[in-house]
């Protein structure tokens, strides 16, 4: 494929490592993961002995990740973990040796091949000095651009005040952050198989943590950041309007909210992994053309297949497209200051 047809930037693609290290703490009956063998280029991650995911090796495997961006007309992944390998329920410690691992597997698949992949880190949020800690280094030292958080860390939604030292550190740093959802609120509430928490619960919960950051203010106190939701927000367009509307209305909600919310959501980015062009072409007029970009979920089963097509079916301008493309992902990852 020529490279005038390969420009676009996927910003939500996972990453899961071939073999991970045996556990080495202290714990008993930690719910460390491991992998175990399955079927031609396949794998299951094991959590606490039980089978958590089949993953292919797509996960691991630059080189076939990087035919099949060729082949859908992409010239970047930026790479995050599983989000479950965060793993904000291991004692502090233990999640920041994993942590490392994790970053360190990242960086070493950018550095593979560091024209076609940019890199985003772990870090033990449960824990906010090893969190900071280790989010130096993994933009310091391994030359990561962001991380990857969860919507919340153990049923703590991220706009809440503890977070505010690892928020003030990654705007001092300049690192961007993808915001995914993990163990979501509100499973009591869905009726059908399991896999209704990644098809229903995962947007309620993106929605949620969304607003948490305006409510919280999060957003207010540091401009600076560069925070992406991923699933297109999930429900956080629908709870912002609400928001914004009842936030004219109450005086309680203007004095802890200052700003006018719409300002406020504005400043996020926001992926393009909605399936469906109506509600991608209503989120970019909602949000602004600067700040939606591709996102595929790649290599999951749920992934966007053809994420170059569904952008380029919207029909804008081929400045309009340019910026969905790539040069707001670029400006999100903060490699456009030359």
């Excluded at 993953?55 to 076939?64: T, Y």
């Excluded at 928490?197 to 203010?217: R, Y």
């Excluded at 909602?286 to 170059?308: A, H, K, N, R, W």
Aim: glycine residues 10%.
């Amino acid at each position: 494929m020529g490279s005038s047809k390969v420009r676009g930037i996927d910003i939500h693609t996972h990453v899961v490592p071939e073999r991970f290290p045996p556990y080495r703490g202290k714990g008993r009956d930690v719910p460390w993961p491991d992998m175990a063998s399955g079927d031609a280029c396949h794998k299951h991650v094991m959590i606490a002995g039980n089978r958590f995911r089949t993953v292919s090796s797509q996960c691991w495997d630059a080189g076939r990740r990087v035919a099949d961006m060729d082949a859908l007309g992409l010239a970047r992944q930026v790479l995050s973990p599983m989000p479950e390998l965060l793993s904000y329920w291991l004692e502090a410690r233990d999640a920041a040796v994993l942590s490392r691992y994790l970053n360190e597997t990242t960086a070493s698949l950018v550095a593979a091949s560091p024209a076609r992949f940019a890199g985003l880190g772990a870090v033990p949020l449960q824990d906010i000095d090893l969190a900071i800690s280790e989010l130096q280094y993994a933009m310091r030292v391994l030359g990561l651009d962001g991380v990857e958080i969860g919507t919340n860390v153990n049923g703590v939604p991220i706009g809440a005040p503890e977070f505010e030292p690892f928020f003030a550190e990654a705007e001092r740093l300049g690192a961007c952050i993808f915001v995914h959802p993990l163990r979501p609120c509100g499973m009591d509430r869905l009726v059908g198989p399991a896999s209704l928490e990644q098809i229903l619960a995962f947007p309620c919960e993106t929605g949620l943590a969304g607003m948490s950051l305006i409510t919280g203010g999060v957003l207010s106190r540091h401009p600076g950041l560069r925070i992406a939701l991923s699933h297109g927000g999930g429900s956080f367009p629908a709870l912002l309007a609400r928001y914004a509307h009842a936030w004219k209305l109450f005086p309680g909600l203007r004095e802890s909210v200052a700003e006018n919310p719409f300002d406020l959501g504005r400043r996020l980015y926001f992926d393009s992994l909605v399936y469906d062009k109506v509600l991608l072409r209503a989120q970019i007029r909602l949000f602004g053309m600067t700040q939606t970009m591709i996102g595929s979920d790649y290599p999951f089963v749920i992934m966007e297949q053809d994420p170059m097509a569904r952008m380029n079916e919207l029909a804008f301008s081929a400045e309009e497209t340019e910026l969905l493309l790539c040069a707001n992902a670029m400006r999100w990852l903060g490699r456009d200051r030359g």
